[in-house]
């Protein structure tokens, strides 16, 4: 047995939504051994590529809060990635429904089921509103410029709300991660918010483990030579050590 | 004429949503001769008895979006005191319609309009998590225990993104307005966040009049012997001085 994977009943039950996006699947590819997933997408195809032995999949959307409730049962932790995730989206719609409604279905739903912790897919463009010169601390009030930046300050929210009711919420604002368009068209603003696939898995894996952290914003961006996020906090929090560096991928002098 | 009182065309045009509320109706009240107000509001019982001549009655659901662009044209401020103000409020029965869709709402049509600023009524309970021994910062992170909680920083969120769009908004976190509740059941928590409708009323009018705020979290307390919030931000940018105390209107020790 490999060094990380335990048997089905150590394996924690982690409800993974939003499973079939770029950052589940990297993430199950990582940790489907250390996990036992429950993995949840509105498209199913592909997750039973996840390697590991007796993993769930599952259809589901998350305006749909009942469905949302049936997905959380037994479960330990949510990782909840599933949202629309373009800084252009429609209010209407898709925000109000994917980012609104299903934040809260989702930690609703988590709540009542007893689960104990949320981890949340935030975004630096909760904060796209502050001043980009100098490192911001990691957990900045918010100040998006765009509704979907305003939907992750309202997710950040509503881990608050449940938290005061007793369920673990860690909120991540995730910077830009590794992409064809990265890559592409990256330059020094994009560098200085890069996160890497193994520093997220990385994050990931210290929000869903590191015990009593009733709630926190944390900063999910690599350890770029220049910095969005000062990743002071999220250092200190949790032990976060990332390994790679956004101007270093694009070949930028800092 | 009266010291404060404009023509017509000298007066500010401000809609007021919520204005048959508790708040809206004391600032009609009190400003009716140095505004001309566009007076909205689900029902519209009353609203005629607003002093000062040339005002305009409209009835408004702020869930309406097409009601919101047509209640926004040729408004210099708004001042938008419209939702449901409970924070024991349902969330698909009330919070997403009222507070999350109509402050979208309210924004979004204010901004299309060309209006100067939004002033909006947030809470205190948007950073009601916050350990409450001593004052904490008056636009601290948020940090809501209730949906409501986090409806209010949501719609700070939503005043920052129309901001970086050019449209000037000013959200006052709304502490213990004077209520026949407050006089019978108020103990030092409440004494600590209360606000008089005279010191809300003077804050509104500085939200409303001080020039230069592209964007600005503000508090909405009384010179309170102990107080919620320090105030220290919000003096300095607006040159707010209460005059109350919500222990001396309660007949408690600080």
Request: charged letters at 20%.
């Amino acid at each position: 047995m490999h060094a990380t994977e335990g048997s089905l009943l150590e394996r924690r039950l982690i409800l993974l939504t939003g499973a079939a996006g770029r950052i589940g699947s990297a993430f199950r590819q990582a940790h489907g051994a250390r996990y036992l997933f429950r993995l949840a997408d509105l498209k199913t195809d592909g997750l039973d590529d996840t390697p590991g032995d007796g993993h769930e999949v599952i259809r589901l959307d998350v305006a749909d809060a009942a469905a949302c409730a049936e997905a959380c049962v037994g479960i330990d932790t949510v990782v909840h990635l599933a949202a629309d995730p373009s800084p252009e989206a429609e209010w209407e719609g898709s925000l109000l429904a994917n980012n609104i409604r299903g934040v809260v279905n989702v930690f609703r739903a988590a709540s009542e089921a007893g689960c104990r912790r949320v981890v949340f897919a935030s975004s630096v463009h909760a904060v796209g509103g502050l001043q980009d010169e100098a490192p911001i601390p990691d957990n900045a009030a918010p100040r998006p410029t765009n509704l979907y930046g305003a939907s992750k300050a309202f997710g950040e929210a509503v881990a608050a709300t449940y938290a005061a009711q007793g369920l673990s919420g860690i909120a991540i604002r995730i910077g830009a991660y590794d992409a064809p368009w990265f890559r592409e068209q990256g330059d020094a603003v994009a560098a200085m918010a890069y996160v890497s696939p193994r520093d997220l898995n990385d994050l990931l894996v210290r929000c869903i483990e590191t015990e009593d952290i009733p709630y926190a914003v944390v900063a999910g961006i690599s350890d770029n030579a220049r910095k969005r996020f000062t990743l002071e906090h999220t250092r200190g929090l949790l032990g976060y050590a990332p390994r790679d560096d956004g101007f270093a991928v694009l070949g930028l002098d800092p």
